[in-house]
């Protein structure tokens, strides 16, 4: 598969995400794909099983996609994912396969307040 092919079905994948569409969502996955939390230490191994797991995820998820960048199969997605409107900032990368996703690390931070000792060496985005 060509990178913009692979693009494309990133998107599409994030789109289904934030609409809660589980079945478009995980046609992105190989049925042995692996995804790997380091936070939890978590490894959820099988499309299925990883569909499941976003499945009964309890809270109103929203995601917002900041950047995509990869070539062959090596893919990073960098996304806000806010649980029931608090946001938590994310990485994805993802391993392809064949054209499908056969491993994928996700890790998570919250967001924190900027620290005092370097304000004055700070941009803000959108701020000129």
Same mark, same amino acid.
């Given at each position: 598969?060509? =990178?913009?092919?692979?693009?494309?079905?990133?998107?599409?994948?994030? =789109? @289904?995400?934030? /609409?809660?569409?589980?079945?478009?969502?995980?046609?992105?996955? #190989?049925?042995? /794909? *692996?995804?790997?939390?380091?936070? &939890?230490?978590?490894?959820?191994?099988?499309? #299925?099983?990883?569909?499941?797991?976003?499945? $009964?995820? %309890?809270?109103?998820?929203?995601?917002?996609?900041?950047?995509?960048? !990869? &070539?062959?199969?090596?893919? *990073?997605?960098?996304? *806000? $994912? &806010?649980?029931?409107?608090? %946001?938590?900032? @994310?990485?994805?990368?993802?391993?392809? &396969?064949? !054209?499908?996703? *056969?491993?994928?690390?996700?890790?998570? +931070?919250d967001r924190f307040?900027? +620290? %005092?000792? #370097? +304000?004055?060496?700070?941009? #803000?985005?959108?701020?000129?």
């Open positions: 598969m060509d =990178d913009r092919t692979l693009r494309i079905a990133l998107e599409r994948h994030w =789109d @289904a995400s934030d /609409a809660n569409d589980f079945e478009i969502e995980h046609d992105i996955y #190989r049925e042995d /794909a *692996v995804l790997h939390y380091p936070q &939890s230490d978590e490894w959820i191994r099988g499309r #299925r099983n990883i569909q499941e797991s976003r499945f $009964l995820q %309890p809270n109103k998820k929203r995601f917002t996609v900041q950047r995509i960048i !990869g &070539s062959g199969d090596f893919w *990073v997605t960098e996304f *806000v $994912l &806010s649980y029931d409107g608090v %946001p938590s900032y @994310a990485v994805s990368i993802m391993e392809f &396969s064949n !054209g499908l996703v *056969v491993n994928e690390t996700q890790y998570f +931070a307040d900027a +620290a %005092p000792s #370097r +304000a004055h060496l700070v941009d #803000r985005a959108g701020e000129t």
